[in-house]
């Protein structure tokens, strides 16, 4: 599940806390712009918090320039032309007053025609950020000089030690026509594909969709390299908020207040003769004994014991159990749905066992599976079950059994969380196997 959906810091995923931080900033309903995979994910975020937002989709990322863009067109066909505050959804900001005063800090230079950028102020030499320099004083922050990549150690230093370089957050304040003024002038073909997929948006249930055609034509590109390093009229305001993009397991650590050994811990952890490592476990007890300077997190599905110098190398990690073909990169032990969620438990030849949560009002599609039978058990809440031409309740501690071929639906019409037990048997268990002929959201076969 990408980290924006996580719980990593405290209660609220990072995108919800991403959303709580502009309180008292603005009254403005945000945008929210995400691939069509998430949506339903975005949205169950937005009603736990109970949250309005306009939920815009993308068929497939292009990076930031063009979502921006589109942003920009959608805002401005609302008649106005307002500052757009960009932020990724991912960060961590332990100091919202002083993010809100930097962003306050931001507005006159965003009104005078800047393409403003936050710039983080270092408190160490940082391999994993890219940096900013900066340029002539402006009221409130620089002119921005250049982006620098992430640099190797030695250079991070000296970039540190100089005082003249902030680490790049990737948040922006921007007027509307003025980004796609610059975007006009420096990428023409970017817009043209971004008005051509805004114009061609089409409502979906709550969600608007983007022209797909159009936007899948839109070239890929940054803010950062698309406009930003071409632009004269670029600004950086200073940020001190102890901000962090949680961009790695040790990054994460940085974030939890650590015990006197300097342990980072989640979960049912416990920590024998260990120092200054990261625990996390989530659905059984880890023990450590004798250890120093580990990450380990524990999944329903996967266990991860690294050293934290290696930190930023989980991508290559993850690479290699990709090109060997493994399911633990894409695929979640807990998948996440309209209706609710199920959790894989089990699996053999011919069988598979999960658990599901169906959401109070939720309701899987009118569907039936060519390959295989399934046996549901009812551990809390109350099922309505439609079996071809019946319709009946199934309460806690009973069952039904939905043969090869049947037509068949599930629904949660009570007022509390319905969890089952599902056993699946057959020649053929994938996800795919699915024949939908209702569905109230609207989805493909294999979502």
């Known amino acids: 599940m990408p980290k924006q959906f996580l719980c990593l810091t405290s209660s609220q995923s990072l995108l919800q806390q991403t959303l709580t931080r502009l309180a008292g900033l603005t009254d403005a309903v945000p945008m929210l712009m995400g691939h069509h995979s998430h949506r339903f994910l ?16 993308e068929p497939e990322g292009r990076n930031t320039a063009p979502a921006i863009a589109c942003a920009a067109l959608l805002a401005r066909h609302a008649g106005d032309d307002p500052l757009l505050l960009v932020l990724p959804a991912d960060h961590v900001i332990g100091d919202v007053q002083a993010f809100q005063r930097s962003v306050s800090l931001a507005v006159p230079l965003a009104d005078a025609g800047y393409l403003v950028t936050f710039g ?11 940096y900013i320099a900066c340029g002539e004083p402006l009221e409130g922050g620089h002119h921005l000089a250049a982006f620098i990549e992430k640099p190797d150690a030695q250079r991070a230093a000296a970039l540190v030690e100089s005082g003249d370089y902030l680490w790049n957050s990737g948040m922006f304040l921007l007027r509307a026509s003025t980004y796609l003024g610059q975007l006009k002038r420096l990428q023409p073909k970017m817009l043209e594909a971004c008005e051509e997929a805004v114009g061609g948006a089409h409502r979906d249930l709550d969600f608007l969709r983007l022209g797909e055609a159009a936007f899948r034509r839109c070239p890929a590109d940054s803010i950062d390299y698309a406009v930003m390093e071409q632009c004269d009229r670029a600004a950086v305001v200073p940020l001190a908020a102890d901000w962090s993009d949680i961009g790695s397991f040790d990054a994460l650590w940085a974030t939890v207040t650590p015990d006197a050994a300097g ?15 990261l625990v996390f476990g989530e ?42 073909g493994r399911n633990e990169p894409c695929t979640a032990a807990q998948v996440q749905r309209p209706w609710g969620s199920f959790q894989a438990m089990d699996s053999g030849e011919r069988y598979q066992v999960k658990r599901i949560t169906v959401k109070p009002g939720g309701r899987l599609s009118l569907q039936r599976h060519h390959h295989r039978a399934e046996h549901w058990i009812v551990v809390r809440g109350t099922a309505q079950v439609t079996l071809e031409e019946r319709r009946f309740l199934v309460t806690e501690n009973q069952s039904t059994y939905i043969p090869i071929g049947a037509l068949h ?13 599902e056993v ?16 109230v959201y609207a989805r493909d076969s294999n979502e």
């Open 42 to 57: 975005m949205a169950e975020q937005l009603r736990e918090m109970n949250q309005t937002a306009t939920l815009v989709l």
């Open 120 to 130: 983080v102020i270092p408190t160490q030499p940082e391999t994993g950020y890219g």
């Open 263 to 277: 342990n980072a811990t989640k979960g049912d952890t416990w920590l024998t003769n260990t120092q200054d490592s």
């Open 283 to 324: 659905h059984r007890l880890v023990a450590t004994l004798g250890v120093k300077n580990l990450i380990v997190v524990e999944t329903s599905d996967c266990v991860l014991v690294a050293h934290r110098n290696q930190a930023q190398q989980v991508k290559q990690l993850v690479s290699s159990l990709t090109q060997a």
């Open 409 to 421: 639906r599930l629904e949660n019409t009570g007022k509390i969380p319905l969890e089952l037990i």
């Open 424 to 439: 699946q048997s057959g020649s053929y268990l994938g996800e795919d196997d699915i024949e939908r002929l209702d569905d």
